[in-house]
């Protein structure tokens, strides 16, 4: 396999829409067949999908969802929990969790993150079906990420979506910087992606308590949502309709299977 390829079948893997990882590794096994070395070198793909999407996994002595990413690597395939004070290693490809071992946060801003792990978690109980998070000290200690990932799963009605959010906290300067992320993917006789991003910064007040920083990303979050909803609205009232009548002229959808038994009426003479 020449690099070419493996950088090639690498951008599918990172491409991967929200819980369809397994699929595409699927269909890398099935059209490599005669390679089965292949997926060994798609290690780094793996790796980098699973920390830009916020993967979530169920620890073997755990009962909820924790989150890979950079922000809570330890390296050599190793990351941590804060909230349930465990480091455990994760297999990229099967994204398995396994050696689950104690883990201590050692932070300046201990005392914040601890506080900011209650307050995030009754902003996702409130506002989120199923939601998982994570609080992390990043840059040497000097500032705080904040974590949340939120998936819907349905593919028996052939969509799937993911909110991502990530905010950075910066304590001696009470900057709040992150983005907002929505990946929607809907294939049902088709093939239609969402990718969205909104940027976030906000200059805080001095010293501001986790209830503080929170209310101000749900005020974010919020409208987030509430942009979207009228995007939404504006493209099924204006562009879609604009591409095509959402029925034929005779008011009836046509069954296609079908189709060889329609005709076209020719008018009748006079």
Same mark, same amino acid.
């Given at each position: 396999?020449?690099?070419?390829?493996?950088?090639?079948?690498?951008?599918?893997?990172?491409?991967?829409?929200?819980?369809?990882?397994?699929?595409?590794?699927?269909?890398?096994?099935?059209?490599?067949?005669?390679?089965?070395?292949?997926?060994?070198?798609?290690?780094?793909?793996?790796?980098?999908?699973?920390?830009?999407?916020?993967?979530?996994?169920?620890?073997?002595?755990?009962?909820?969802?924790?989150?890979?990413?950079?922000?809570?690597?330890?390296?050599?395939?190793?990351?941590?929990?804060?909230?349930?004070?465990?480091?455990?290693?994760?297999?990229?490809?099967?994204?398995?969790?396994?050696?689950?071992?104690?883990?201590?946060?050692?932070?300046?801003?201990?005392?914040?993150?601890?506080?900011?792990?209650?307050?995030?978690?009754?902003?996702?109980?409130?506002?989120?079906?199923?939601?998982?998070?994570?609080?992390?000290?990043?840059?040497?200690?000097?500032?705080?990420?904040?974590?949340?990932?939120?998936?819907?799963?349905?593919? #028996? +009605?052939?969509?799937? *979506?993911?909110?991502?959010? !990530?905010?950075?906290?910066? =304590?001696? @300067?009470? &900057?709040?910087?992150?983005?907002?992320?929505?990946?929607?993917?809907?294939?049902?006789?088709?093939?239609?992606?969402?990718?969205?991003?909104?940027?976030?910064?906000?200059?805080?007040?001095?010293?501001?308590?986790?209830?503080?920083?929170?209310?101000?990303?749900?005020?974010?979050?919020?409208?987030?949502?509430?942009?979207?909803?009228?995007?939404? #609205? +504006?493209?099924?009232? *204006?562009?879609?309709?604009? !591409?095509?009548?959402?029925? =034929?002229? @005779?008011? &009836?959808?046509?069954?296609?299977?079908?189709?060889?038994?329609?005709?076209?009426?020719?008018?009748?003479?006079?």
């Amino acid at each position: 396999m020449v690099l070419r390829d493996v950088a090639t079948i690498s951008s599918f893997v990172e491409g991967a829409p929200p819980g369809e990882l397994a699929d595409i590794i699927a269909d890398i096994k099935a059209l490599t067949v005669d390679e089965p070395e292949l997926l060994q070198s798609l290690g780094p793909a793996f790796e980098k999908y699973n920390q830009e999407q916020f993967a979530t996994v169920k620890l073997p002595s755990g009962s909820q969802q924790v989150i890979i990413s950079s922000h809570n690597a330890l390296g050599h395939g190793r990351y941590y929990d804060v909230e349930s004070q465990t480091s455990f290693s994760f297999d990229h490809s099967t994204q398995k969790a396994a050696a689950v071992q104690t883990h201590v946060l050692e932070s300046k801003h201990s005392d914040l993150i601890k506080s900011l792990l209650k307050s995030v978690a009754t902003h996702s109980r409130e506002h989120y079906t199923s939601a998982s998070y994570g609080v992390y000290p990043i840059q040497d200690d000097s500032a705080v990420a904040i974590l949340l990932v939120a998936n819907k799963y349905s593919p #028996n +009605n052939f969509w799937n *979506g993911r909110w991502r959010s !990530l905010y950075i906290f910066t =304590p001696s @300067t009470s &900057q709040l910087t992150g983005d907002i992320k929505v990946d929607v993917h809907y294939y049902e006789d088709g093939n239609v992606r969402l990718i969205t991003r909104k940027p976030v910064s906000l200059s805080l007040s001095s010293s501001p308590s986790s209830s503080d920083i929170i209310r101000e990303i749900g005020n974010e979050e919020k409208q987030y949502q509430a942009e979207l909803n009228r995007a939404f #609205n +504006n493209l099924s009232e *204006g562009a879609f309709k604009g !591409l095509r009548r959402q029925l =034929p002229i @005779t008011r &009836q959808k046509i069954e296609w299977d079908k189709i060889s038994g329609y005709r076209v009426l020719r008018p009748t003479p006079d």
